[in-house]
């Protein structure tokens, strides 16, 4: 009985200092590292305005993609869950099954026939969805062959809107790893300062 009792007060007392170690200690170590270190990040990249009272109001998050329509906005690409973060997620569709490569077909029609490009123009991420269904980027080549439209509608120069553009466009993580990008929703966000008059 007392070998018993010593081998469950010794449990009880492993499971206590795990306990506060793991799922107290590090947790609160972690998330202190955050604020400190990455605060922005670590409260989920909120894009935050000021809205027309002056109160701060969240517009969005720079990771998370939003849909966009209309002739004067920048549209981002396809997301198999509407951009529901709730409901992340792809399409499942393998490459060769035919729902997937008629959705390709009809979506590079569209965006060819919407942005006044050859079909052979339209960019992969122009039609097809990320794997989370969330991504917020475009490739600067999708960006590009939707300038032409953008500028029409906001009554910019198109030079002046591509070079908004390259300010948005990131490049390679550390030079090197993945491709140069654009987030859509930041690119947006900052055309309605763009489409303003200047004060006179």
Not at 86 to 91: E, H, K
Not at 132 to 138: E, M, N, R
Request: cysteine-free; hydrophobic content about 45%.
């Amino acid at each position: 009985m007392t070998d018993l009792l010593r081998q469950l007060l010794t449990g009880l007392r492993a499971l206590v200092v795990f306990t506060v170690v793991l799922g107290v200690a590090y947790p609160v170590a972690v998330w202190g590292i955050g604020q400190l270190a990455f605060a922005h990040r670590a409260d989920g990249s909120l894009i935050v305005r000021v809205g027309p009272g002056g109160e701060r109001v969240v517009v969005g998050s720079s990771l998370i993609g939003q849909s966009q329509t209309g002739p004067g906005w920048f549209a981002s690409r396809p997301s198999a869950s509407d951009y529901d973060p709730q409901a992340s997620g792809g399409s499942n569709l393998g490459p060769s099954e035919p729902a997937l490569l008629a959705s390709i077909a009809e979506r590079r029609a569209a965006v060819a026939r919407r942005d006044g490009v050859a079909a052979t123009q339209v960019p992969p991420d122009a039609v097809t969805a990320s794997a989370s269904g969330l991504d917020p980027y475009i490739s600067p080549d999708y960006a590009r062959i939707q300038v032409a439209r953008v500028a029409r509608a906001r009554g910019l120069a198109g030079d002046q809107l591509q070079a908004l553009v390259d300010e948005h466009t990131s490049g390679r993580v550390l030079g090197f790893l993945g491709e140069p990008r654009v987030n859509v929703l930041e690119l947006n966000l900052s055309l309605p300062e763009l489409s303003r008059p200047a004060a006179r």
